[in-house]
């Protein structure tokens, strides 16, 4: 490869670094601006609005809850995605394309449809709404995300190995257990980053089944009603920071693990 | 990368296998484990049936059953049901749908924006993945692309109020041109189909990275040399060589961002104009404005749905004929 | 924010009084002893948090308040839950209550139960809109109507006095309206009722208005930036000067005002529309007795309904409220008495009729 198409590479690279990153940056400055509008020209800085976040105990709990259906909904996700990505892959049976659609199917109705749809079946099956509700639709929400990037990663898997591990008279399980799921790790990591953004994000899900506690973007809809002030920056800012912060230190805290055992 | 990873969890395998017999070896030897490994397996057909019999019924009652629930609303005349209302069997909400033009221009516009979104999508991320899959060390490549992913943590409400900051006549972009003395007067960018596709395309550029990136991350390299060895130009293996090989990844991330723009509803409304009202906002009016008519909305839902999923089989049909075609 | 902070310690203040002046009441002291909690559909900063902490801690009444930001998506919530639903209050828009009401999600309230309902304006509490089939169905809190607001750095006070320069080529590229608000405001301009009540029995002339109202629209469409949903995009296209003018509901422009930002409003000599927020109980609610408590609480005091408009931007249906708002704020909530004088507010009686008119209408303007 030429040096000069790698130089080219590399800025459109960048480019869409700023492309990404441009608009993150105009977040986080417009949090420091003293007035109840976001825009330009600032006048004006205060500090306010970011301590503002930390004193204030009803986003505080917003982003935790937040936080945890984010959790839970995704270790579902994940259990039940890599389980159908597992029957689907490599697989043929009668209704196999059926249950394939099937499993696509929520990735693929409009968010509106698809809370409106799922409010009505959880009133049919009697989940009250709540944080269980929350969670049950972020999980189903998601597991067509993680069905396609498992199977993708799947499909790559030198049938060799598991052979081998047959003949050495290891039954399906501990062979599914000792090889297949270790090589699936790096498909699942990325899949369950795919869903704690997904359900960290979601709005519209989260306001049709939720009940009198907000999660952060729910309290953040309600906040731009009067008006986009630059406390909703300080607040997705803080939120930013904050997930980051948690991210690398579960990074951290399963190397670790690993290593450990 | 795949030869890689095999090899190193082989090599593992055999220096572990010392403290390993310990957990797996008394696990499979455990009674009760052993019990439940034989009944488990032993038939195919057994096996098949405990591994199939979960993920049947997940998808039937839990993805199945709210599509359902949708197909039953937009068949009634009217839902929810007052009391002392009876509910009938109809098929006018979608009769209402081919009746009335005036639904046909932003149903046709969606398409066709989502179509135009997804090029877009592709050509811009398409670099990007290559590079971050072809000239960066395995080593910094993790880092460069969670630098990526950094942006998508901050909600779409959030993230699409700073492209106004960013496009508005007042905003940055404006401003850094005024300041330079390019330009006299703001160029209006905003509420055009270009602001929409500068919010859209930040929806939907992690959706088409991370596939056209792991194809393009399992292309081996040594066929590329091999073609430059023979005298082929970066081009001619771009298109003969690269492109074919990760075919998969832009069909298997066109078909998702193109599936996905069909029901953006926040950010069109946001940054679009007079003139680029999409199908999801006319879905969503008969939910929020007209809210007693839930029927047609979840009608007119179901055609959406429909076109959408005929559109992207179409375009699979078309991809694996390619691929096809480029194998023969 | 310095200023936001003064305001909410000026608020605290006035909220302490008020504590003070609803200790004694008796309906309190009973309440305290049946405890129990109270949920409420709402917007944000509609229940003041002095105040809320301030019940709570006197009546033993925990308040669950549940943040909505539209009409229709507490419309469809309640119609999901229908028919035990968890809300005791919700908020709605006067206008809208037939909607609710036809769908028997509303329960009629007993004023009977209210001792401060005499604390509210009659000229909210009395007024036409509020009866429906000879019941009161909301407790009326904050009032809005659709306003004319201008840069006043571009656009002269006197520009503002009529609806034409909305659609004039002066301004073409730089005005933003709600189309749905826009089509009842065009056929009032057009000398119409734009409620369609006048025309409840002549299906076919209210179809021809509509008609002309669309054409309208559709004709000036070339002219108009954005066609917006909420207040907060129009903030932002004020502040962005992507707009000069628009159309808004007074309570988002009133903020940008309090905010400093050069902003005028207008209610047109063509006329406008006001609407009502009222507090509303909903039927078969599981706290009804809490919900009477509250909302008898709430209205105790003009204080109260000045802390709403401070947070709201929207007009005080209380009397005397405006005595407990800074010179801004009443500025910003206030408008001469000949231009009140051409608002009136939206009535619901036609509503069928009318959004089964304008609705579509709206699609085919945004198809056009």
């Known amino acids: 490869m030429t040096r000069h198409n790698r130089i080219l590479l590399s800025c459109v690279y960048w480019a869409f670094v700023a492309y990404v990153f441009v608009p993150l940056i105009l977040m986080v400055l417009m949090g420091f601006k003293d007035s109840n509008f976001i825009g330009f020209p600032i006048r004006s800085w205060t500090l306010d609005w970011y301590t503002g976040v930390f004193a204030d105990t009803e986003t505080l709990a917003a982003f935790g809850y937040s936080v945890a259906i984010a959790v839970l909904s995704t270790v579902f996700s994940v259990i039940v995605g890599t389980w159908i990505a597992v029957l689907l892959e490599g697989r043929k049976f009668w209704g196999r394309a059926a249950i394939f ?30 944080m269980g509700a929350i969670v049950w639709s972020h999980a189903v929400h998601n597991v067509p995300f993680v069905v396609l990037v498992v199977m993708a990663r799947l499909s790559t898997l030198p049938k060799s190995q598991i052979e081998a591990a047959r003949d050495l008279g290891a039954d399906p399980l501990i062979a599914f257990l000792r090889i297949t799921f270790p090589y699936l790790v790096p498909a699942i990591m990325g899949a369950s980053i795919f869903c704690l953004l997904l359900s960290f994000d979601d ?9 009198y506690e907000p999660t952060l973007p729910v309290l953040i809809f309600a906040k731009l009603k009067s008006g986009m002030s630059p406390e909703i920056n300080a607040i997705a800012t803080v939120a930013l920071v904050l997930t980051a912060v948690i991210g690398v230190w579960a990074e951290r805290f399963t190397r670790r693990m690993n290593k450990d055992s | 990368m795949t030869y890689d990873a095999s090899a190193r969890e082989e090599r593992g395998a055999v220096a572990e296998s010392a403290s390993d017999r310990t957990f797996w070896g008394r696990l499979s030897s455990w009674a009760p484990y052993q019990w439940l490994a034989t009944f488990a397996t032993a038939s195919p057909r057994r096996q098949f049936l405990i591994l199939a019999v979960f993920p049947i019924l997940w998808v039937l009652t839990q993805h199945l059953g709210p599509m359902l629930q949708m197909l039953r609303v937009s068949l009634t005349d009217a839902y929810p049901v007052a009391p002392g209302v009876e509910q009938h069997f109809t098929f006018d909400n979608y009769l209402s749908f081919f009746g009335d033009s005036i639904f046909w221009m932003p149903f046709f516009r969606t398409l066709i924006f989502a179509g135009v979104f997804t090029f877009c999508t592709l050509i811009i991320t398409y670099p990007v993945a290559y590079f971050l899959a072809r000239h960066v060390s395995p080593k910094n490549r993790m880092l460069l692309l969670l630098l990526l992913l950094i942006p998508f943590w901050v909600g779409e409400i959030v993230r699409t109020y700073a492209i106004m900051i960013l496009l508005g006549n007042t905003g940055a972009v404006n401003m850094v041109l005024r300041f330079f003395g390019l330009i006299d007067r703001p160029i209006p960018f905003m509420y055009t189909s270009f602001s929409m596709g500068v919010g859209i395309v930040y929806l939907t550029a992690l959706y088409m990275l991370l596939p056209l990136y792991s194809s393009l991350e399992k292309l081996p390299k040594s066929m590329n040399e091999a073609a430059a060895d023979l005298g082929a130009g970066a081009w001619t293996r771009f298109r003969r060589i690269t492109l074919p090989m990760t075919l998969e990844g832009i069909s298997s991330g066109c078909t998702l961002v193109f599936l996905i723009s069909t029901g953006f509803y926040a950010t069109p409304v946001l940054l679009g104009g007079p003139s680029t009202t999409v199908f999801a906002e006319t879905i969503a009016g008969f939910f929020h404005v007209a809210g007693d008519q839930w029927p047609t909305g979840a009608a007119f839902a179901v055609i959406m749905f429909l076109a959408a999923l005929a559109i992207t089989a179409a375009f699979q049909r078309l991809m694996t004929a390619l691929r096809k075609g480029d194998t023969k | 924010m310095t200023k936001l902070i003064l305001n909410r310690r000026k608020f605290l203040n006035t909220a302490a009084m ?19 909690e109270v949920n409420i559909w709402t917007y944000n900063d509609f229940v003041p948090e002095a105040f809320k902490e301030q019940f709570e801690s006197e009546t033993g009444i925990k308040v669950n308040v549940r943040l909505v930001d539209d009409q229709g998506k507490q419309f469809n919530l309640l119609a999901a839950e229908a028919p035990n639903p968890s809300v005791d209050i919700m908020t709605v828009a006067g206008h809208r209550f037939l909607q609710f009401i036809d769908s028997d999600l509303l329960a009629p309230l007993d004023t009977d139960r209210l001792s401060n309902w005499g604390n509210i304006n009659p000229t909210f509490s009395e007024s036409d809109w509020s009866t429906i089939n000879g019941e009161k169905w909301g407790a009326p809190i904050l009032s809005g109507m659709e306003v004319l607001a201008y840069n006043t750095d571009y656009v002269s006070p006197e520009e503002a006095e009529t609806w034409d320069t909305l659609f004039s080529e ?16 065009i056929m009032l301009k057009m000398g119409y009722d734009g409620n369609m009540v006048a025309y409840m029995d002549d299906p076919e002339k209210a179809a021809a208005i509509v008609e002309e109202a669309k054409n309208f629209l559709i004709e000036h469409k070339p002219l108009v930036r954005k066609y917006y949903d909420g ?13 000069l003018l628009g159309h808004s509901w007074n309570g988002p422009a009133a903020a940008l005002i309090n905010d400093g930002f ?25 706290n009804p007795d809490n919900a009477y408590t509250f909302l008898n609480a709430i209205l105790a005091s003009p204080e109260i309904g000045a802390a709403m408009t401070k947070a709201s931007g929207f007009i005080s249906t209380y009397k005397d409220a405006s005595n407990h708002l800074t010179d801004l704020e009443k500025k910003s909530t206030s408008f001469p008495d000949e231009q009140l004088a051409n608002l009136q507010f939206f009535r619901a009686e036609a509503n069928e009729m009318k959004y089964g008119l304008v609705d579509p209408a709206v699609e085919a303007i945004k198809a056009a």
């Open chain 3, 231 to 243: 207040g907060a995009e129009f903030q932002q296209m004020m502040v962005n000067q992507d707009i």
């Open chain 3, 170 to 185: 002066k301004y073409s590229g730089q005005t933003a309206y709600i189309i749905q608000d826009m089509m009842s405001i």
């Open chain 1, 203 to 211: 709005f519209v899900r989260s306001f049709f089944l939720g009940g």
């Open chain 1, 101 to 130: 659609g099937m499993t696509v199917l929520p990735a693929l109705i409009p968010g509106i449809i698809s809370a409106i749809a799922f409010r009505i079946y959880a009133r049919y099956l009697g989940i009250e709404p709540g």
């Open chain 3, 262 to 286: 050069p902003l005028g409003m207008a209610i047109p000599k063509e006329g406008s529309y006001g609407f009502v927020y009222t507090y509303n109980i909903a039927k078969n609610c599981p």
């Open chain 3, 18 to 36: 008020t504590g003070a002046a609803l200790a004694s009441p008796a309906y309190l002291r009973r309440a305290h002893a049946q405890g129990g």
